[in-house]
């Protein structure tokens, strides 16, 4: 019975695939070789390299499962090191009889930290404050394994030569690494806190009014009785001027003049420089007499509004 010849595959373009580690290495230095005969940026220098890469990215996955515990999704981090495999590849020296794999490991690290220390911040520090935040926490576990507890700021600026103002500035910038939302829920003891947003402090506007009542007290003191109960029916019952002219038998224009010169004194006080002076007491004034005065009153009656600060507090102390 006659045998039939069977045919020969056709050949593949895709790259042969070794069956062992020994024969990668042999492959790789092959190609390595070829590599440093061919002109870069033809076609054939680009089939060489890619080559290359595929063989030798179980380096990179090796050197990624190194950093599996971050944030960054795994994927990520093979595409960085793949990269850094690159670099090493164009840099290999096949003649210095060394071989890729303890040439190209330093390398894909590298550029993975570097990945991490440029791109994984959540807020971006200087380079500086990075590589101090790597240096005090090293010297942070050194010393606490040594002295059996956790190392004080002077002894970590002992350790690493630096100052104590130093320590505290990279220990700061780790709180740069990684943040929390505002709107993320509270862990903590108190389960029904809720987010963090709502234990953030916020601008209690009582003390601006403490403050220009404490201000005002010693210059309301030096004032006229008439000119405080002025003050107090005006801001503290929010008394209109015509009211107040019929509880104190005046008129009302003769009302604002007064409440005008003492909106004036006491904003002239706020506005001296040095401890507040109570202000000399200033007689009245008949409706008939310093007509030139009760015209400025007039002009300062017009610019009330513009007394806010002091009508509050006086609207806080009645």
Same mark, same amino acid.
């Given at each position: 019975?006659?045998?039939?010849?069977?045919?020969?595959?056709?050949?593949?373009?895709?790259?042969?695939?070794?069956?062992?580690?020994?024969?990668?290495?042999?492959?790789?230095?092959?190609?390595?070789?070829?590599?440093?005969?061919?002109?870069?940026?033809?076609?054939?220098?680009?089939?060489?390299?890619?080559?290359?890469? %595929?063989?030798?990215? !179980?380096?990179?996955?090796? /050197? $990624?499962?190194?950093?599996?515990? @971050? +944030?960054?999704?795994?994927? *990520?981090?093979?595409?960085?090191?793949?990269?850094?495999?690159?670099?090493?590849?164009?840099?290999?020296?096949?003649?210095?009889?060394?071989?890729?794999?303890?040439?190209?490991?330093?390398?894909?690290?590298?550029?993975?930290?570097?990945?991490?220390?440029?791109?994984?911040?959540?807020?971006?520090?200087?380079?500086?404050?990075?590589?101090?935040?790597?240096?005090?926490?090293?010297?942070?576990?050194?010393?606490?394994?040594?002295?059996?507890?956790?190392?004080?700021?002077?002894?970590?600026?002992?350790?690493?030569?630096?100052? %104590?103002?130093?320590? !505290?500035?990279?220990?700061? /910038? $780790?709180?740069?690494?990684?943040? @929390? +939302?505002?709107?993320?829920? *509270?862990?903590?003891?108190?389960?029904?806190?809720?987010?963090?947003?709502?234990?953030?402090?916020?601008?209690?506007?009582?003390?601006?009014?403490?403050?220009?009542?404490?201000?005002?007290?010693?210059?309301?003191?030096?004032?006229?009785?008439?000119?405080?109960?002025?003050?107090?029916?005006?801001?503290?019952?929010?008394?209109?001027?015509?009211?107040?002219?019929?509880?104190?038998?005046?008129?009302?224009?003769?009302?604002?003049?007064?409440?005008?010169?003492?909106?004036?004194?006491?904003?002239?006080?706020?506005?001296?420089?040095?401890?507040?002076?109570?202000?000399?007491?200033?007689?009245?004034?008949?409706?008939?007499?310093?007509?030139?005065?009760?015209?400025?009153?007039?002009?300062?009656?017009?610019?009330?509004?513009?007394?806010?600060?002091?009508?509050?507090?006086?609207?806080?102390?009645?």
């Amino acid at each position: 019975m006659a045998t039939r010849a069977l045919a020969a595959p056709p050949e593949s373009p895709d790259p042969v695939r070794p069956s062992s580690a020994d024969d990668a290495r042999a492959l790789s230095t092959c190609l390595f070789q070829r590599l440093r005969t061919l002109e870069p940026g033809t076609p054939d220098y680009a089939y060489v390299r890619d080559t290359l890469v %595929e063989l030798n990215l !179980t380096l990179v996955r090796y /050197a $990624a499962s190194r950093f599996r515990h @971050r +944030s960054e999704p795994l994927e *990520d981090i093979i595409q960085v090191g793949t990269i850094g495999l690159i670099k090493a590849i164009d840099r290999f020296d096949v003649d210095r009889e060394v071989a890729f794999s303890s040439f190209a490991l330093p390398t894909i690290v590298g550029e993975i930290k570097r990945f991490f220390r440029d791109a994984s911040w959540t807020v971006r520090v200087p380079r500086r404050l990075q590589e101090l935040r790597i240096d005090t926490a090293r010297a942070y576990d050194t010393l606490e394994q040594r002295l059996e507890r956790p190392p004080t700021t002077a002894e970590l600026a002992a350790h690493l030569g630096i100052s %104590e103002e130093a320590v !505290t500035e990279g220990q700061q /910038a $780790a709180n740069g690494y990684v943040v @929390r +939302s505002l709107d993320a829920p *509270d862990d903590g003891e108190d389960s029904c806190s809720g987010s963090l947003e709502r234990r953030l402090g916020e601008e209690d506007h009582a003390f601006d009014v403490i403050e220009c009542l404490e201000s005002l007290r010693p210059l309301v003191a030096g004032l006229t009785p008439r000119d405080r109960a002025i003050l107090s029916m005006r801001f503290g019952e929010e008394l209109t001027q015509s009211e107040i002219g019929a509880r104190l038998g005046l008129s009302q224009m003769h009302v604002s003049r007064l409440l005008a010169r003492t909106l004036s004194t006491l904003r002239a006080g706020l506005l001296e420089d040095g401890p507040p002076q109570a202000p000399c007491p200033q007689s009245d004034a008949s409706p008939d007499g310093g007509q030139a005065a009760d015209d400025a009153a007039d002009g300062q009656a017009a610019r009330e509004t513009q007394a806010a600060r002091v009508a509050r507090v006086a609207r806080a102390a009645g």
